[in-house]
């Protein structure tokens, strides 16, 4: 069988984003945000657990505001994922986990539906984890939701450390990803519609 690869790159005036993912392979994992570990952090953990290869090359304006680049590397990720579907066909849509760490408990809920929408639930009790401000995940998951075109549910139900909160998340959206992106065993669209999207 074909290897479900897929390599998406972006670059705008505030940006240069490359995100390589290959859901038939896992453990590959290469991640380099400069100026964002954390953010690196959490994507190794999210492709690792999710059991895909991951490669993201990434730099931007940070020292305007990280913002940017963290969108876009959500929006590039999300774009990939979204390429994999058009390209390698249906997928068994739904994925869920719920991973602790430590104090922390997150929870993750995935449709590849074909429709956006997000809803981010998280109350860090502290702003940042490192150097790099915890509120900017709502921008990563908004731009990777969007360019994916999923329905993603992201909840951290609850937790006294933000670095433990947002990694079981992530961790918890990698394990959803994993099923939610497994080959469907059918060929058609697995929808009561017969369409999706
Ligand atoms: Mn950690």
Redesign the pocket.
Known sequence: MKERKVRVERTTKETAVEVTVNLSRKGDIEIGVVGLPFLG?LLQ?MAFHGGFSLKVAAKGDIEVDPHHLVEDVGLVLGEAFARAVQEFGPVRRFGHAVIPMDEALSEATIDVCGRPCLVYRADYPQASAGDFPLHLLREFLTGFANAARINLHALCRYGENG?HMA?ALFKAVGKAIGAAYEPAEESAPLSTKGSLG
Do not use: Q
């Open positions: 952090h953990a670095h990694e």
